[in-house]
């Protein structure tokens, strides 16, 4: 339940504590420190199941400090959410109160993870009573025995016939770890592997730990055998139907950066290229659709389809006069089939798969898929995104540019 304005009167004027904290300004290293305190109120390590508050406007004893809250410092606030800095992205409101008759004050509310440990930068960041601190190993492992017990998203769950074996350590070791913690922090690391694998999600806190969902499709050896419909299904047709003729089909398949490369370079070779001598003075290009669109969309697919309870892959087809990329899984949390598409409106059906993929560098900034393609398609001259939204499927289409 969401504190009312007396509960969060109490917090203000009582000292800091593992849920509460206060900032002045955003100026100096507050926006740091504010989003360090983000992963630490996420991460819950006390395990108070309740929300934590950052105070923003407020002095250390709670007065306010006189800081002027405007639209776009609750829109600076808010963007600290998805801005990929905290993975997975935490859930958290922001708002401006009126509080002990005060309007100078942003209230800055987040939710405990069902999913920890979470991490900021690389790093887990905890709290105890009023101070933040790096997670030790021990404070890692309780994180993920948490996640064991809570009801997380799917793509955490252990798959049960699979093995660390499954797994590519090597490659665990050697690119997924360099690219989600910075070098310092692995080199002050005593972590086993296992253990890394436990705090990066990979992994169940079992004993023997057992490969989670995203920990067999980032790192797994051979993804489909453990997982029948982890793959996307490429069909170029020469008409506007299924049943034209098939110019190119291809079954593309492997871990998640692979599926991704490979998948962007079957888009390439598909994507014609028009050169324009005659509008103007220089040669002008255009390609019948803009690769960052087509790549956004796929992505978005990939990330935010279901993978539980189907064996159906993501499918693109494109046909003559459209590209269509069929999602399994409909509308997700606060997504709905009326708001779908909308600037501002996203949700996380698979959190963790979301971590993986902005460590891997394949999405840039959470919730930001469908603005991209939208604004590239608009620029290259084509048409609109066109959605068709179900309970049990997202069909997106492009059109080709005129």
């Not at 405990?112 to 009023?130: A, E, L, M």
């Not at 920990?215 to 139907?241: E, H, I, K, S």
Request: glycine letters at 6%; hydrophobic letters at 35%.
């Amino acid at each position: 339940m969401p504190y009312t304005d007396n509960q969060l009167e109490e917090m203000l004027a009582d000292t800091e504590s593992d849920l509460v904290e206060r900032k002045e300004s955003l100026l100096g290293d507050a926006q740091t420190t504010i989003r360090e305190t983000i992963c630490a109120f996420v991460n819950d390590l006390p395990g108070h199941d309740r929300d934590g508050v950052i105070f923003v406007g407020a002095k250390n004893d709670g007065s306010p400090a006189g800081l002027e809250i405007t639209d776009s410092l609750l829109v600076q606030l808010g963007g600290m959410k998805d801005d990929g800095n905290i993975v997975p992205p935490p859930t958290l409101t922001v708002s401006k109160r009126r509080l002990r008759g005060v309007d100078h004050l942003a209230v800055l509310t987040v939710t405990p993870s069902d999913s920890p440990p979470v991490r900021y930068r690389g790093r887990i960041w905890v709290r105890t009573g009023p101070r933040r601190s790096l997670a030790t190993a021990q404070d890692e492992r309780n994180l993920s025995e948490r996640r064991r017990h809570g009801d997380s998203p799917f793509d955490s769950h252990p798959l049960n016939s699979a093995r660390i074996a499954d797994l590519s350590l090597r490659y665990f070791e050697e690119q997924y770890l360099p690219s989600a913690f910075s070098s310092d922090v692995l080199q002050a690391n005593d972590r086993t592997t296992e253990q890394r694998l436990m705090a990066t999600k990979m992994a169940t806190a079992d004993e023997p730990p057992v490969p989670t969902v995203v920990g067999v499709l980032t790192l797994g050896v051979a993804v489909r055998a453990l997982m029948a419909g982890a793959y996307v299904q490429f069909l170029r047709l020469d008409g506007p139907t299924v049943a034209s003729p098939v110019i190119d089909e291809q079954l593309v398949e492997g871990r998640l950066e692979d599926l991704v490369r490979r998948l962007d370079d079957k888009l390439a070779s598909h994507n014609r290229v028009a050169v324009d001598f005659t509008s103007s003075t220089t040669e002008t290009r255009h390609a019948m659709y803009p690769l960052a669109a087509l790549q956004q969309v796929t992505r978005n697919a990939i990330l935010h389809r279901t993978y539980e309870g189907t064996y159906a892959p993501v499918r693109v087809y494109w046909y003559s006069d459209r590209v269509e990329v069929v999602s399994p899984g409909g509308p997700f949390g606060s997504v709905t089939t009326a708001n779908f598409g909308e600037p501002g409106i996203t949700d996380y059906r698979n959190p963790n798969l979301a971590e993986a993929m902005r460590v891997l560098g394949l999405v840039q900034r959470f919730g930001a898929g469908i603005p991209t393609a939208a604004a590239a398609l608009r620029e290259n001259g084509n048409p609109p995104l066109e959605f068709s939204v179900d309970s049990s499927f997202v069909i997106v289409t492009l059109r080709p540019r005129p």
